[in-house]
């Protein structure tokens, strides 16, 4: 059964601050994604990961993949509150087209 | 583009009740997908269609769910009878075959089960 956790689930962190949120996954799979959920909203596509070595950029946040270690990292560049809201990552179930399975989300919390 | 629609956006309704959510997914992809989300289970896939044909809907909780999708515009997930642990956020989301393309989510639908 493919789980895929995420670390740490909460994570506090000052304005102009660097920090990585940690993806795991336990089975093989090419596919990685990353989204991003405000309080009441909507999951927001934030990067997918297609192959190991893959690393995506988007403002603040760099997205990495490590295939042969199953590992994820969602980079924190500088901080802003504008970032706060909670990241889920998601891995492709295998031999299906988006059957992902997500992570339990973490919460960021971006203070002044 | 409109994005993945979502109706209703909150329900709340009464144990025993019949709850019909509907989606309509963004035109042209071949992929629909009904997800849940609580703060106990974190979002799990209901059921998933390609090209209107249920593929995997090893996620749906029991028989009191049901899922259809008619047409290429349009999808149904129902619950009948309704139970209060059925509270939870309802996404319905969309993609393209292809390994690049992402999952676009709809807004959600908010059900309450009192």
């Known amino acids: 059964e493919l789980k895929v956790e995420q670390n740490p689930l909460f994570l506090s962190m000052q304005e102009g601050k660097n920090y990585t949120i940690y993806c795991n996954y336990s089975?093989?799979?090419?596919?990685l994604y990353w989204y991003r959920q405000d309080p009441g909203k909507s999951l927001e596509s934030l990067f997918v990961?297609?192959?190991?070595?893959a690393v995506k950029q988007e403002g603040r946040l760099m997205a990495s993949l490590d295939t042969k270690a199953r590992l994820s990292t969602l980079h924190i560049t500088a901080a802003v509150h504008d970032l706060s809201a909670t990241y889920f990552c998601a891995v492709d179930k295998g031999g299906s087209q988006g059957n992902l399975i997500f992570g339990k989300g973490t919460k960021l919390s971006v203070k002044p | 583009d409109a994005g993945v629609i979502q109706s209703p956006r909150h329900e709340v309704t009464e144990m025993g009740q019949e709850v019909t959510l509907r989606c309509k997914p963004i035109?042209?992809?071949?992929?629909l997908f009904w997800y849940r989300q609580t703060m106990m289970r974190g979002l799990e896939l209901l059921i998933y269609?390609?090209?209107?044909?249920?593929?995997?809907d090893s996620g749906m909780p029991e028989d009191r769910f049901s899922a259809k999708m008619p047409n290429a515009s349009f999808s149904t997930l129902k619950i009948q009878p309704s139970e209060p642990r059925d509270s939870a956020v309802y996404f319905c989301a969309s993609r393209t075959a292809g390994q690049q393309n992402t999952i676009y989510f709809g807004e959600g639908s908010w059900l309450t089960v009192v």
């Open positions: 035109s042209g992809h071949d992929y």
């Open positions: 269609f390609n090209n209107n044909v249920p593929i995997d």
């Open positions: 990961l297609l192959s190991n070595g």
């Open positions: 089975t093989t799979s090419d596919r």
